[in-house]
């Protein structure tokens, strides 16, 4: 072989050995590269498990710039262990890690939308129902979609943080004196920060214990939640009323039909809050003028809800059952009872009984079981085929004029006593209907074009001043459609208790605002109005900052002797309630 040859083949060799060197080099700096970025996302994922925003605290940059005390902890640990111990602690660490991030994101979801804590005992229950109404409200394929987001997002969290915290150890093993030296440093930081109370934020400490009171927290809810059961059980035992004969019941109201009108989401902030009061305080004054000129007087104040931003069973069982069912325990054992409710008190008294539902797509056996109601409606059996509108059904105009026809409108009917929830101001606020001439309504298809009219959930939603004005034009909806409804059909045997049921959620009510829901008694006979006038409501339809204030369980037993019913003995014992945990709230209100 020539030299040239050799030489050629040489260099050849060499090029492909030079190659063959830096392609080694490239994917070994490649992999160094990537297991750095895979610690760093790890320890960046542990470290935010553990700064992660304290209930009701602000979610912003200066919280997760904290320095964990359950992070030095964690570290000193791992350096204590044997070897073999430190990957399933890590691994067992990580899994309650993440459980606890998945209990504090949901507690802020509550706070957000019922302004209370999730509370681990009882609170499971209210999921179901929670995914039905948004269903309902926005549609079941976003439902899903969303639902789906939630369980991928705890699914990962469950999987990724035990991981994240098994290699962060093993950096820290491999490291040890480093590792030594920053658990030190960390742990001398913290003391010094706590010690001068240091702070990133207002109510944002640079020293973070955040996890361990959250843990804490939640072992004391489910300890209040066992003993808030048994102090229920107690409070339920004794009824004054549960065995009164029916002639001495209602005496103040026989041959009145009564009607209890629940508005949804109707709270105090609709009359006080700044960007509802411009919309709604004029229905209000306007109402009370027009149904006076219709021989209607009224009476006004505020019941203090159980419940907050949703969930309205628990305020309809509360205000009939004279309990304070603030909990889907205690809704459960309430409806599971024989308690005396203000329905079953009209049926004794020998009223005809209807509870009306009109967004009910489910049979509801708790309204023949517990509230004992003669006949029940909803969604299904009122003639509607209109368009829905969000969560309703049904405009809440065409619900009352179902009910009137039902109902109210039959010659020489029997007094009757109705609850109807009406649901066109129930959340997400749109689309939103208005108004028609009542003579127009038929089956409903005049609304056919109204959602196409009005804004979509979606763009509202986009915005929260726009989430407050929707709010606002469906309150005043729902209470032009109540007024207008006495206003065309003014019977003057008619008597209309008007509540709501609690408050909008945080984004329209605010944060740490009241529970407070205005009530109104609306009636033609100045007798009616006068057996209430020891409670010191204020007349007319809007109620001022200075009105009474009650809990909404007081309002039974208030009606009750109000009216002219007899306590049949002060001390007379009902039967007790079960003390169980919540196995489901479907199919309720």
């Known amino acids: 072989m020539a030299e040239t040859d050799v030489q050629r083949e040489r260099a050849v060799d060499a090029g492909g050995a030079t190659r063959h060197t830096t392609s080694r080099r490239w994917r070994g700096t490649a992999r160094a590269v990537g297991a750095w970025v895979t610690t760093a996302l790890a320890v960046l994922l542990v470290w935010v498990t553990l700064t992660g925003p304290d209930p009701g605290g602000t979610l912003g940059l200066a919280a997760f710039a904290r320095i964990p005390l359950e992070g030095v902890l964690l570290v000193g640990l791992v350096l204590l262990l044997p070897p073999r111990a430190r990957g399933w602690t890590a691994i067992l660490l990580g899994l309650a890690l993440a459980l606890l991030t998945i209990v504090r994101m949901t507690n802020a979801a509550f706070l957000a939308s019922l302004g209370r804590p999730f509370d681990p005992l009882t609170d499971w229950s209210y999921f179901g129902a929670a995914v039905n109404l948004l269903g309902d409200s926005i549609g079941q394929s976003t439902a899903r979609l969303a639902l789906a987001g939630v369980v991928v997002l705890c699914v990962a969290l469950l999987v990724l943080v035990p991981l994240a915290l098994r290699r962060v150890g093993r950096v820290v093993n491999r490291h040890r004196v480093g590792s030594i030296r920053a658990v030190v440093a960390l742990g001398l930081v913290w003391l010094l920060c706590a010690a001068l109370g240091l702070q990133l934020a207002p109510g944002t400490t640079v020293a973070s214990t955040g996890a361990v009171r959250a843990a804490y927290g939640e072992v004391g809810l489910v300890r209040a939640a066992v003993e808030d059961g048994r102090a229920f059980t107690t409070a339920s035992a004794v009824d004054p009323f549960t065995a009164t004969p029916g002639d001495e019941l209602l005496t103040g109201l026989r041959g009145k039909d009564v009607l209890l009108v629940f508005v949804e989401s109707y709270g105090r902030v609709a009359i006080e809050g700044s960007a509802e009061r411009d919309l709604v305080d004029p229905v209000l004054d306007a109402g009370t003028t027009q149904l006076g000129r219709a021989g209607f007087s009224a009476r006004s104040a505020f019941l203090t809800s159980p419940t907050f931003g949703g969930f309205s069973w628990l305020a309809h069982s509360t205000l009939q059952s004279g309990l304070w069912v603030n909990s889907g325990q ?119 074009p109204m959602p196409a009219q009005s804004p979509s959930w979606r763009y509202v939603w986009s915005d929260p001043s726009r989430v407050r004005a929707a709010y606002a034009q469906s309150i005043a909806y729902a209470l032009s459609a109540v007024i207008s409804f006495i206003q065309t059909h003014p019977d003057p045997n008619l008597v209309v208790v008007m509540l709501g049921d609690h408050q909008p959620a945080s984004i329209v009510s605010g ?53 002219g019913s007899q306590p049949s003995h002060p001390t007379q014992p009902s039967h007790p309630l079960p003390v169980r945990c919540i196995t489901a709230c479907s199919g309720v209100r």
Not at 389 to 413: C, I, T, V
């Open 330 to 448: 205690r809704y459960t054992d309430v409806v599971s009872s024989d308690r005396f409710t203000l329905s079953q008190a009209f049926r004794r008294a020998g009223w005809r009984t209807v509870g009306d539902v009109p967004s009910n797509v489910y049979p509801w056996p708790v309204g023949t079981s517990f509230y004992h109601y003669d006949q029940l409606y909803d969604s299904r059996d009122v003639g509607y085929v209109g368009p829905v509108f969000g969560y309703a059904r049904m405009p809440d105009q065409y619900a009352l004029a179902a009910l009137h026809r039902a109902e109210l409108a039959k010659p020489d009917h029997r007094p009757v006593m109705a609850e109807i929830d009406l649901a066109s101001s129930h959340a997400p606020w749109a689309p939103l209907p208005h108004l028609v001439d009542w003579a127009a309504l038929g089956d409903g298809s005049v609304f056919d």
């Open 511 to 563: 944060q740490g605002a009241s529970h407070d829901v205005p009530v109104t008694v609306i009636a033609h006979d100045p007798a009616t109005l006068d057996r209430i006038s020891p409670w010191g409501w204020q007349d007319g339809m809007r109620p001022g900052t200075g009105a009474p204030v009650w809990r909404m369980d007081t309002f039974r037993d208030r009606f009750l002797t109000a009216f």
